[in-house]
């Protein structure tokens, strides 16, 4: 079972494929060598017990740390050791696991931010036209156009930090759309939400996939990622020990136990 | 159908909020009015000494508006600001003093160029930018406590050299005698028509600065101010618009600095301390960082207070020390109490 | 050759002091979290506090010196029960709490310059004689400086050794550590405070018998103990005596070849030079991020 994942080639169809990515802080070894590829409009979904290196995994690809050695290429492209910055101008989002919504920015200003980051990453680094005055209302019309999809309808100007932990990670996913990323992390997206918030959010993941977005997503609800994921890909000490169909991972005993048994 | 939970989970103070977004322009424009009416008025009736309060107000502003870009937008806290506006009280006063057999205190300093009053104000504020520039790089590889304390260290720093480099600008001796401006031919003598000149260019700058926190740049660096590793992740290239607040920031501070030297005519390190520093960001605190009336509320309460003491009646050598330990007090105080300031956003500490 | 020794010698005496100096700054900042930037006021005032007790109360210097060293840790316990405690109840950050105590310090100094004036103070030296040891001279006073500093600082090492010391230097990491080995964290924070600020008061003692100094000094040896901490690495009290004597020797050599003026400039573009190279300082652990 261990390795049994088949090797990758360097085809350009994946969007973003990566190959032997290893981590190690100090002493302790996270990723020992983690190959797979993202493809547009699957969702992947990365399962593991905690300390299996999948947060880490998430951070390698999107810029936030550097790995010790392995190679990661988006369209053919290199993307490791770029900041994640630059890396979300080409197309990599993220939802952090902590949310991370701008606390003391309004709701509309929140997904502004993210519409304004996108649009001037390349053409106009330095932007100084107006945010509220003229120009801006096309940008409030497109922050509510994003904020209408995952379900925002009142008080668009109260602070994020005044919301539910449920509606910061509905914020977190507008500004995410807002990003119109072409491969995008989510690092448990449903985790500390009530079950009627994770149903709705179930359905705007599906949309993002549809819409030929490359999704990887890390979670611990079995249930969710079987109703969701066309690709399960589950770790274990820094190795993937099994990958393939939410079902047919899922009938393997050892991953079961690894994955259930928690 | 609805997604958004019931919104009983609003506390009573975000629909306040919106009622009164930090960015509402209108009291602001107001606030110019009332000034600019208020300056009209007085000149009618000329008083030296108000003249010489507005002319601080007018310099003070330009500190604290620029300030407010990289402390209150930016959310970095900076004790290096009176290094700049040192920088351009300096690069103004040697740019216009004349070299040559009639000044004798042109002798001893290394660089004196007898230039006219706006390219002299130019290059003043180039220099500030520049070094404001140089100093992000440097100060922008920390965050947090490291960050303020490498801030404070530029400021000892930069005073360190203007002190004792006395081959550079006679250090503590300092350097008198600096031009007043003269604009195509029209010298300005007392302290009433340099308030015509001040006014439009503090409200020129001041103005800019406004359009500045309302632009797309200005809010990237709130995002940043609120979660840098967010704001990155949604692409924005965070250490680039901090270093741009803080060349911009600079570039200001160094005006107001020019304007000082011209406005005082002598200047000696003293002005750029540590302690100037700490009172600009006492101010700027005070009044409310990041946004758009803070700064103005903090420098009328900052510039008003000194003058109120004259009033009690403290002996001039005890005064000094008085105020600042009011400064350090304050700084403290707000911290503790109210680390957003009295009309603003939050600021640092969650 | 000769002049090298000297200066080596000069440097050693004063690492010694700056040592004692930034054991007390590091103890605050590794185990509080607490950028202590009034540490400086508290140096200066213990100074003067000795001074006082000298020239005012007549009091032979050995017990002017336990005054001295008492008053401080008095005032270091005041200052963590009156102001960083109600700041850490309050959960504020660290950065703000580090302007607070600039505040403080700013506060402090203008107050001692209100009550002792702006001259440099000193005490007239009675230990003037100097020892010639081959081609390095010193007088009796750096000797002086020197043993008793070492000797503290050893003090000092074997107290944080004990056990019960043990926590004071595993409260940066985890905070929770003091409470879950049911211990008041109050009085552990008192106690780090009281004991740096005691620390700090013996090279402060040292200094004003030797060469003086002003109310305006503080930020000064603020930075020195500060850059020797940094530059040394928070992370490890090793590395913070490497950082003292570091910025000594340095400074010595500045003297020698520029003038003491440019001793601050330069101790602090060590610590810009290393920081930049070294984030976690000389002596150091790599910092662990957070994990997957």
Redesign the interface.
């Known amino acids: 079972m261990i390795n049994s994942i088949s090797p990758l080639d360097a085809d350009n169809s994946g969007i973003l494929v990566f190959k032997d990515l290893h981590k190690r802080?100090?002493d302790?070894a996270?990723l020992k060598g983690v190959s797979g590829k993202l493809v547009p409009g699957q969702i992947s979904a990365f399962v593991g017990p905690n300390?299996?290196?999948?947060?880490?995994?998430?951070?390698l690809l999107?810029g936030?740390?550097k790995p010790d050695r392995g190679s990661a290429t988006l369209n053919g492209q290199n993307i490791l050791g770029s900041?994640?910055?630059?890396l979300?101008?080409r197309g990599i989002?993220?939802l952090?696991q902590d949310v991370?919504?701008?606390?003391?920015?309004?709701i509309l200003?929140n997904v502004?931010?993210?519409i304004?980051?996108?649009q001037?990453?390349r053409d106009k680094?330095?932007?100084?036209?107006?945010?509220?005055?003229g120009r801006s209302q096309v940008l409030a019309k497109k922050a509510r156009e994003y904020l209408s999809r995952?379900?925002?309808?009142?008080?668009e100007?109260?602070?994020a930090k005044?919301?539910?932990w449920?509606?910061q990670k509905?914020l977190a996913l507008a500004?995410l759309l807002a990003?119109e990323f072409r491969c995008v992390f989510l690092d448990e997206p449903i985790a500390g939400i009530?079950t009627l918030?994770a149903n709705?959010m179930v359905p705007l993941i599906r949309e993002l996939a549809e819409a030929g977005v490359a999704v990887a997503l890390i979670e611990h609800e079995i249930t969710f990622v079987e109703s969701l994921a066309n690709d399960v890909i589950v770790m274990n000490e820094g190795v993937v020990i099994d990958s393939g169909s939410a079902s047919e991972v899922l009938s393997h005993a050892e991953t079961r136990e690894i994955c259930l048994g928690l | 159908m609805s997604l958004i939970e019931p919104s009983k989970e609003l506390p009573p103070q975000a629909v306040r909020h919106s009622a009164q977004s930090p960015d509402d322009p209108v009291p602001a424009w107001m606030l110019w009015g009332l000034l600019l009416l208020l300056i009209v008025l007085l000149y009618a009736w000329r008083p030296t000494y108000v003249s010489h309060l507005l002319v601080m107000f007018g310099i003070y502003l330009l500190l604290s508006t620029s300030l407010n870009l990289v402390t209150g937008f930016g959310g970095l806290m900076s004790f290096s600001h009176a290094a700049f506006y040192g920088i351009g009280a300096y690069a103004y006063a040697v740019a216009r003093l004349q070299a040559g057999p009639s000044g004798d205190q042109a002798e001893s300093i290394i660089w004196a160029a007898g230039w006219p009053f706006v390219p002299a104000i130019l290059f003043a504020m180039a220099v500030g930018a520049l070094f404001g520039w140089l100093v992000s790089l440097v100060t922008l590889r920390f965050r947090g406590d490291y960050f303020v304390f490498a801030t404070l260290g530029i400021q000892m720093i930069i005073f360190s050299v203007l002190y004792n480099w006395v081959e550079l600008v006679r250090g503590p001796y300092g350097l008198y005698g600096i031009p007043r401006p003269d604009l195509f031919g029209w010298s300005l003598r007392d302290s009433w028509q340099y308030l015509l000149m001040l006014v439009p260019v503090v409200t020129t700058v001041v103005g800019a600065l406004w359009i500045v926190y309302r632009s797309e740049f200005g809010l990237k660096l709130k995002a940043m101010r609120e979660d840098e590793r967010a704001a990155m992740s949604t692409g924005i290239a965070t250490n680039r618009m901090a270093g741009l607040a803080m060349t911009i920031a600079a570039g200001v501070a160094a005006l107001a600095g020019a304007s000082y030297a011209s406005y005082v005519t002598y200047i000696d390190p003293t002005s750029f301390s540590l302690s100037e520093s700490i009172f600009l960001v006492a101010l700027l605190m005070l009044g409310g960082a990041g946004n758009l009336t803070g700064p103005v509320v903090g420098t009328l309460i900052m510039v008003a207070l000194p003058e109120a003491m004259r009033f009690v009646g403290l002996p001039d050598a005890v005064a000094a020390n008085v105020r600042e330990i009011i400064y350090g007090g304050l700084l403290a105080g707000l911290m503790f109490w109210r680390p957003q300031g009295i009309a603003g956003e939050r600021f640092v500490g969650t | 050759m000769n002049l090298l020794l000297q200066l080596l010698a000069n440097g050693i005496v004063n690492g010694a002091m700056f040592a004692l100096l930034a054991i007390g700054f590091g103890l605050v900042y590794r185990s509080l979290r607490v950028f202590h930037v009034a540490y400086g006021a508290c140096f200066v005032l213990s100074a003067f506090v000795y001074y006082l007790l000298v020239t005012c109360g007549g009091w032979p210097w050995w017990l002017a010196g336990l005054g001295s060293i008492a008053t401080s840790a008095a005032i270091g316990t005041l200052m963590e029960a009156g102001f960083y405690w109600p700041f850490y109840r309050r959960r504020i950050s660290s950065e703000a709490v580090l302007v607070a105590s600039l505040g403080l310090a700013i506060m402090l100094e203008n107050v001692m310059a209100l009550l002792f004036g702006n001259e440099v103070a000193a005490i007239p030296r009675g230990l003037s004689q100097s020892v010639t040891l081959g081609p390095v001279r010193l007088t009796m006073i750096q000797i002086a400086q020197f043993a008793i500093c070492t000797s503290v600082a050893s003090a000092v090492f074997l107290l944080l050794r004990l056990p019960s010391f043990k926590i004071v230097l595993g409260m940066g990491e985890n905070t929770e550590l003091v409470q879950t080995l049911g211990h008041s964290l109050p009085r552990y924070r008192m106690l780090v405070l009281g004991l740096a600020s005691g620390i700090a008061a013996v090279p402060a003692c040292l200094v004003m018998t030797d060469v003086g100094m002003d109310v305006h000094a503080g930020m000064s040896y603020l930075l020195i103990a500060a850059v020797a901490v940094l530059a040394g690495g928070v992370a490890r009290a090793p590395g913070w005596l490497l950082g003292a004597y570091l910025v000594a020797v340095l400074q010595s050599v500045v003297i020698w070849k520029f003038s003491a003026k440019w001793t601050g400039l330069v101790a602090f573009a060590l610590l810009l030079a290393i920081l930049l190279f070294r984030r976690e300082g000389l002596v150091g652990l790599h910092k662990r991020k957070e994990e997957g």
């Not at chain 1, 680094?125 to 005055?133: K, S």
């Not at chain 1, 995952?150 to 008080?155: K, Q, R, S, T």
């Open positions: 802080f100090g302790i996270v300390g299996a290196g999948k947060t880490t995994l998430f951070q999107t936030e740390l900041s994640p910055y630059r979300a101008g989002g993220k952090f991370r919504a701008f606390p003391n920015l309004s200003d502004i931010v993210a304004v980051a996108r001037s990453y680094p330095f932007d100084f036209g107006l945010v509220r005055n995952v379900g925002f309808d009142a008080n100007e109260a602070l005044n919301l539910s449920g509606n509905l500004r990003g009530s918030m709705r």
